[in-house]
DNA sequence: TTGAAAGCGCTAACAA
DNA sequence: TTGTTAGCGCTTTCAA
């Protein structure tokens, strides 16, 4: 079933169904209740692959991130696609698992495929290579020379704040457990701690320690580092998911969270709230930002947007039950 | 940059270009080469959407869920994409939120799209519907009557083998928080859980309660029932999100699990491990399911498959902390 | 207001 | 072994 067919039951020319399909002004009413009548019946409904193939638009956009497992993602994906959706756009999901070979895969392919756009969560890939992407692209979580937009999340004033909500709750030895070396974010947040407590007088290298965004390393690692100097009263996490294995370290060594430690943690994924005890984190507008890449996507396919622009994201404190 | 440039900065025709980009048996070595060299200095690319248009297909599927952001369906979905991926298909994600009018909106975009196949975890959509949908599908969580692939997960065995651990730890007086009344596999628990149960002389209609498939629901509820049931001494949550809420109102009543009171859930997300207690639980193969409804969707993709099949995975108890 | 026809980039049947 | 050409289903220009 094609737009010849209906245009034969109709007895008009394809263009005129075309027109019709497109809402067109220049039909005449009849013709064009004529033309509706046989869609009705046939229940036609027009082949966007040709449309794609004419117009060299696909309405799709691709989304390119390590893993929809690791919490903080299904937020963020959910976000985006409900923005996509709502524009007409379809969301092609991949997984890259930071594999830089993955990644120039999917790229080539979502390229292939005509993907209008894409979203990429990537500490691998390279400048050149994202300037080499043949489509509008938005990076996510990294500033970048290459002339796409970017997004990140202010860990400057992040950890600052989580530290200095610590201290205000009299902690007198906070510790570090940190993300992997490769990520931007881990690194940015390792060094503003660092910022913040190398002038203490209690202040020791053994505070930072790696995490590696992963919960059965973290918790091993802060049970480590728990035993070694007993006298912790404070720890920030580099995101959440460490966070909670900070928690379970605790948990099991028996040191009383909040009580003998205060733990924080960064990202704001939903789950903080569903552990034992909930977990105070900086909170990023998870949602906002997925929307807000959306938008500045489309904005550059449709040509509205020129420029490109760089967007810095607040963290907001949200206190729960795992501080003081 | 199309193969018609291709065509002639090698000085032959289209036809022999697309021989050599589909690696055809009858082209001369040397043309060959010579049609690659082009190739590659051009940084040609074929263009998919053409090919989609001519061969009718799209080397996509979709896959429709409730909710990315569900911890169950991350999971699912990375499985899915994996295989898919391993398969040279790229996999667009669209969330339903279980509302009907989306689904059908979903499924019309995708038709026209000429996505070659669709994976759906979905209870509101109908028989009729399912039947009309115009490739190939897959149903998740759910047997029909129409004619597609369905899989499904085992309740029977599952809610058993789940309340007899239960028993054997000594239980007494074992609850049921359940989920929407409109999810056949929450009813399918609600019905076997009675029908393990409801011969002791124990057993009260009040040890039945739901929590939605919500965590805040979930304990709320939970808090009532265990401030009006104080001798529930075991708990059989119809999922793993259900029985993190119900893990939080113990703790908050200060209920001790497990040696007040057994906890078990249903499903086996990986986030079970990471709470406090760790969750013991009833552990769907969710990886395994999602390779396997891709397997099964790109059989009869590709032919290969031709009679509609149905399989139900069984659950495997997980044993952790939060039952005695 | 409508239709004829070209063309989006590719593949494959047929011919040479 | 290679080329010519029709055609996948649509949109749009141009002419009527």
Known sequence: MNIKKVAELAGVSTATVSRVLNNKENVNLHTKNKVENVINELKYEPNDVARMLYKGRSNMIALLMPDITNPFFPELARAIEDEAEKEGYACILCNTDGNHLKEKNYIKAITQKQVDGVIIVSNTISENEIDEINMPVVMLDRKTKANVHSITIDNQSGVKNAISYLKSLGCKKIGHLKGPKD???????????????????????????????????SVKAT???????????????????????????AHDLKVDVPNSLSVIGFDG?????????????????IYEIGVYAVKTLLGQIDGRETLYTHKNFFTKLKKRESTR
């Not at 789950?271 to 990023?284: C, H």
């Open 183 to 217: 990520d931007i974010n881990a690194q940015q947040r390792e060094y503003y701690y660092l910022k913040e407590v190398n002038q203490e007088k209690w202040f020791d290298l053994d505070l930072l320690y790696s995490g590696d965004y992963d919960f059965d390393t």
């Open 223 to 249: 049970k480590k580092i728990l035993t070694n100097h007993s006298d912790i009263d404070g720890l920030f996490a580099g995101n959440d998911l460490m966070a909670f294995g900070a928690l379970k370290a």
């Open 269 to 285: 994924i939903s789950f903080g709230k569903t552990v034992i005890p909930s977990l105070t984190t900086m909170e990023q507008p």
